[in-house]
């Protein structure tokens, strides 16, 4: 089990006393704790553990219910032990080993107060393990982006807290990829459309953490409150800057806004990700090889079909090779977008077969798309089926999910086809408006437009 680092280990990510019990509680979730664990504790005192419950297998049927209600139970069950130990002295074994935990002649009264502390945390062993495995493809790349930023190469690690260096990974909140960008943070700096979404690409998506990273250092002249700021967000950290000034008084004092939990542990939990990845990765056995490529940027659009004929590669390699180009291409309803950097596999034939591409496989446009404007009582289902796709397709062309009402007047875009063009021709108008489409919307399928007012 790898140990807290010393504040004399680095002087751009230093451990503050403040925040030394909190590293080695994530130390502990990220290196001891497995998946089938969850750790009850005092989210304001992560010193303070109450018990470790035993979970259901991830992949048993309905684990993530049962993991829930086995958590809520062993929650609620110290905070009615707290309630009891706030006016009573303790009556049981139970009662008095978590009475030991509060020391001093407050120790009532702080009971009280940790009755709406009680927090539930399941372990992360194994994914975190093959997060250290997975991120060997990547590192030495994502290494050298930072270097070329002139920023510590140890933000490497950070994935691991964000993602687990999952490129593939999605947050309830919509965050994508290895670095997870929210759209509305990732279209400052990446390509996110119909076509291509650069989150789910590990090196662009480093760029634009590198770029967002380096402007938050900038900003704030602090890596602590930089690597919080990533999570929090550029402007909050400003805001509690202004009113606490240090990182450590941040942490100590600040809760505002959206300051909880999770961004008053950011940092920590970056530190921790830091030494046990670094432990991890002597003592594992192995990482992932680290992946060579070749890029060919497009001069024009392409059908993924060509591509795949070509290089003599399956669709499913290039999907693989290429994670931001969206299903739309990979299906070949879209053509790969002119100007995108193909990532192929480097060394063999590669080069020469790039040199004999001929320019006719290119073509100079998009395949079409047609624009639904909603009317009064449309649902996403009744555009679907009139545009005779599927709703899946328009929640997906549009960037939608399944729980937020459609307005009246919203743009929606339809996924062309050949003979698509031909639909709503007797309304002209209800398709002549340019796309419009909207930040973290999404649809409920069965609901009526309503008027955005």
Same mark, same amino acid.
């Given at each position: 089990?790898?140990?807290?680092?010393? =504040?004399?280990?680095?002087?751009?990510?230093?451990?503050?006393?403040?925040?030394?019990?909190?590293?080695?509680?994530?130390?502990?979730?990220?290196?001891?704790?497995?998946?089938?664990?969850?750790?009850?504790?005092?989210?304001?005192?992560?010193?303070?553990?109450?018990?470790?419950?035993?979970?259901?297998?991830?992949?048993?049927?309905?684990?993530?219910?049962?993991?829930?209600?086995?958590?809520?139970?062993?929650?609620?069950?110290?905070?009615?032990?707290?309630?009891?130990?706030?006016?009573?002295?303790?009556?049981?074994?139970?009662?008095?080993?978590?009475?030991?935990?509060?020391?001093?002649?407050?120790?009532?009264?702080?009971?009280?107060?940790?009755?709406?502390?009680?927090?539930?945390?399941?372990?992360?062993?194994? %994914?975190?393990?093959?997060?250290?495995?997975?991120?060997?493809? #990547?590192?030495?790349?994502?290494?050298?982006?930072?270097?070329?930023?002139?920023?510590?190469?140890?933000?490497?690690?950070?994935?691991?807290?964000?993602?687990?260096?999952?490129?593939?990974?999605?947050?309830?909140?919509?965050?994508?990829?290895?670095?997870?960008?929210?759209?509305?943070?990732?279209?400052?700096?990446?390509?996110?459309? #119909?076509?291509?979404?650069?989150?789910?690409?590990?090196?662009?998506?480093?760029?634009?953490?590198?770029?967002?990273?380096?402007?938050?250092?900038?900003?704030?002249?602090?890596?602590?409150?930089?690597?919080?700021?990533?999570?929090?967000?550029?402007?909050?950290?400003?805001?509690?800057?202004?009113?606490?000034?240090?990182?450590?008084?941040?942490?100590?004092?600040?809760?505002?806004?959206?300051?909880?939990?999770?961004?008053?542990?950011?940092?920590?939990?970056?530190?921790?990700?830091?030494?046990?990845?670094?432990?991890?990765?002597?003592?594992?056995?192995?990482?992932?090889?680290?992946?060579?490529?070749?890029?060919?940027?497009?001069?024009?659009?392409?059908?993924?079909?060509?591509?795949?004929?070509?290089?003599?590669?399956?669709?499913?390699?290039?999907?693989?090779?290429?994670?931001?180009?969206?299903?739309?291409?990979?299906?070949?309803?879209?053509?790969?977008?002119?100007?995108?950097?193909?990532?192929?596999?480097?060394?063999?034939?590669?080069?020469?077969?790039?040199?004999?591409?001929?320019?006719?496989?290119?073509?100079?446009?998009?395949?079409?798309?047609?624009?639904?404007?909603?009317?009064?009582?449309?649902?996403?289902?009744?555009?679907?089926?009139?545009?005779?796709?599927?709703?899946?397709?328009?929640? %997906?062309?549009?960037?939608?999910?399944?729980?937020?009402?459609? %307005?009246?007047?919203?743009?929606?875009?339809? =996924?062309?086809?050949?003979?698509?063009?031909?639909?709503?021709?007797?309304?002209?108008?209800?398709?002549?408006?340019?796309?419009?489409?909207?930040?973290?919307?999404?649809?409920?399928?069965?609901?009526?437009?309503?008027?955005?007012?």
């Amino acid at each position: 089990m790898p140990c807290a680092a010393s =504040p004399a280990a680095g002087q751009d990510f230093p451990l503050y006393p403040a925040i030394s019990k909190n590293v080695q509680f994530w130390e502990k979730i990220y290196a001891v704790y497995s998946l089938k664990q969850a750790v009850i504790h005092d989210s304001e005192d992560l010193s303070k553990i109450y018990q470790v419950v035993s979970l259901v297998d991830l992949e048993a049927p309905g684990a993530q219910q049962q993991n829930a209600a086995i958590q809520k139970q062993a929650c609620e069950k110290y905070r009615s032990i707290l309630r009891r130990l706030a006016v009573q002295a303790p009556s049981s074994p139970e009662e008095q080993r978590v009475a030991a935990l509060f020391a001093g002649k407050n120790a009532r009264q702080e009971m009280a107060l940790a009755v709406n502390n009680v927090r539930s945390q399941s372990g992360q062993k194994e %994914r975190f393990l093959s997060g250290v495995v997975t991120a060997g493809a #990547y590192l030495t790349e994502i290494k050298n982006i930072f270097r070329s930023y002139n920023l510590p190469e140890e933000l490497a690690h950070l994935p691991h807290v964000e993602s687990s260096f999952n490129i593939k990974a999605y947050s309830r909140i919509g965050a994508a990829g290895l670095w997870q960008f929210t759209r509305e943070t990732g279209i400052q700096y990446l390509t996110i459309d #119909y076509t291509v979404d650069e989150r789910l690409d590990p090196i662009a998506a480093t760029r634009a953490a590198a770029k967002y990273l380096a402007k938050s250092f900038q900003t704030l002249n602090n890596w602590p409150l930089a690597i919080t700021s990533y999570n929090y967000g550029l402007g909050g950290m400003m805001r509690a800057v202004n009113e606490e000034g240090t990182y450590e008084r941040i942490f100590t004092n600040y809760s505002k806004g959206y300051f909880k939990f999770a961004s008053r542990n950011f940092y920590s939990e970056f530190l921790a990700a830091r030494n046990v990845a670094r432990y991890l990765e002597k003592n594992n056995g192995g990482v992932a090889a680290e992946v060579k490529y070749r890029y060919l940027n497009l001069p024009g659009y392409v059908h993924v079909q060509e591509i795949s004929h070509h290089f003599g590669l399956p669709v499913g390699m290039i999907a693989e090779l290429n994670p931001a180009l969206r299903p739309p291409v990979i299906s070949g309803e879209k053509l790969i977008p002119k100007g995108y950097a193909l990532r192929l596999p480097a060394g063999g034939k590669t080069n020469q077969l790039i040199a004999s591409l001929s320019p006719s496989l290119f073509k100079n446009g998009q395949k079409a798309s047609l624009n639904h404007r909603v009317q009064r009582g449309d649902t996403a289902k009744s555009i679907a089926r009139l545009h005779k796709i599927s709703l899946k397709t328009l929640l %997906r062309a549009n960037n939608l999910g399944q729980s937020t009402t459609i %307005r009246l007047g919203q743009n929606l875009l339809i =996924p062309g086809k050949a003979d698509a063009a031909t639909i709503n021709e007797s309304k002209p108008k209800n398709n002549s408006t340019r796309i419009n489409i909207q930040k973290n919307v999404t649809t409920k399928d069965n609901l009526l437009a309503k008027d955005s007012s």
